[in-house]
Every structure is written in structure tokens, then in C-alpha cells.
T-cell receptor
């Protein structure tokens, strides 16, 4: 029972490159989330998915796209990376949207040069 | 504007001592408030959850309080241990679209032997 897994753990990109961050959960949760965490700031919600087949924008969606591939998997794509997207990215999942405890993955540390 | 503010930003105490962390929020209408613990390099883990009608919630050596009238919460840690060294994050969920979930920037707690 792995909980929430994320790949990769670390990534360095050049400005303009694209990449996809992968997230999977094995807790049969309906809701999944993507956050970014920057120094001195709270986690900020990028996108979320209330259930399989639905996605919605969070607080800071610009420059990102998401796919809820199935109930288990929720990916985050950066089409054209920018230095402002240098951050630590966390995926999370929960039963009910927002009201239930969220379980977080270990994070992906992304640097955009 | 919906905000969650935590104080202090950082705190150093000796092992065995008690401490109290503060959280003030302006989220309205309010659904629930959680405290998360985030170890360095890992994702946050939920410690407690409190709804509007709850005043106190304990989880081992962690006790959270909530005053919904003044929109303040505190997390009290008793008999601190070295493993308590972490960031503690206050997270408030609201009912409106602008306040789905808001994270405080955290208090960085260091326990010294």
C-alpha cells in the first residue's frame, strides 16, 4: 500500500522545455490535487479533480495542464517551462473534495534554468 | 481577501519543553481547519481536523484549539521531542469558490537537545 506516489523526484529543465509530472494513488480516492510550494509561501493549488473525468482550475493554473487518466492517476504537464515554475510540486488525494484529509506524495523538486 | 496567517514564522525550543503555534484566518464561510506536519523533504501529514462547532481536538501530544468567533486556532505541543522538528501548516477550507482550501505558510519548529 504505497499511498500517493510521484515521479520523478527531481528534474532540471531548460526554459521552453516540456515535461509531465506523474501521480498515482492506491487508496481508491475520488479527488486528486496538484500543488506547488515555494519558499516562504503556503502550498498553492494549481488544479484539482473532484472525480474521474473532471478537472478544475485552482489558484495558480497558468502555464499548466492536467489529465485525470483514470481514478488512480492524475498528471501535471508543463508545456513550455519558465524559471517562475521552479518549485516543489506535490500531488495529493482525498475521499471527498477538500473536506476530507488529503494524503500527499513525496513531492517533485523542479528547477527551470 | 481569504487568508491564513501563522505565527511565529520559526521557533526553537529545547527538547522536553512545550510550545504553542498560532493560526489566524479570514476565510468565510468556514468549513474546517486542519493542522498538518511537514518533515523536511516530505509531503504534509494531517494531525488534526476541527469543524465550526469544535473547540479542542487532541492527537497524542498535539492539541489543537479553535475559536470560530475570533477566527483563531492554536496547536499546542507537549513535552517536545526531536522528531517534532518540522514545519506545521494551518489549512482552512471554506465553502465559496474563492476559499476552497487555503494553506498558511507554516511555522518552522526546531527542537534542540
Amino acid at each position: 500500500n504505497a499511498g500517493v506516489t510521484q515521479t520523478p523526484k527531481f528534474q532540471v529543465l531548460k526554459t521552453g522545455q516540456s515535461m509531465t509530472l506523474q501521480c498515482a494513488q492506491d487508496m481508491n480516492h475520488n479527488s486528486m490535487y496538484w500543488y506547488r510550494q515555494d519558499p516562504g509561501m503556503g502550498l498553492r493549488l494549481i488544479y484539482y479533480s473532484a472525480s474521474e473525468g473532471t478537472t478544475d482550475k485552482g489558484e495558480v493554473p497558468n502555464g499548466y495542464n492536467v489529465s485525470r487518466l483514470n481514478k488512480r492517476e492524475f498528471s501535471l504537464r508543463l508545456e513550455s517551462a519558465a524559471p517562475s515554475q521552479t518549485s516543489v510540486y506535490f500531488c495529493a488525494s482525498s475521499g471527498q473534495l477538500f473536506s476530507d484529509e488529503q494524503f500527499f506524495g513525496p513531492g517533485t523538486r523542479l528547477t527551470v534554468l | 481577501k481569504n487568508q491564513v496567517e501563522q505565527s511565529p514564522q520559526s521557533l526553537i525550543i529545547l527538547e522536553g519543553k512545550n510550545c504553542t503555534l498560532q493560526c489566524n484566518y479570514t476565510v468565510s464561510p468556514f468549513s474546517n481547519l486542519r493542522w498538518y506536519k511537514q518533515d523536511t523533504g516530505r509531503g504534509p501529514v494531517s494531525l488534526t481536523i476541527m469543524t465550526f462547532s469544535e473547540n479542542t481536538k487532541s492527537n497524542g501530544r498535539y492539541t489543537a484549539t479553535l475559536d470560530a468567533d475570533t477566527k483563531q486556532s492554536s496547536l499546542h505541543i507537549t513535552a517536545s521531542q526531536l522528531s517534532d522538528s518540522a514545519s506545521y501548516i494551518c489549512v482552512v477550507s471554506g465553502y465559496s469558490s474563492a476559499s476552497k482550501i487555503i494553506f498558511g505558510s507554516g511555522t518552522r519548529l526546531s527542537i534542540r537537545p
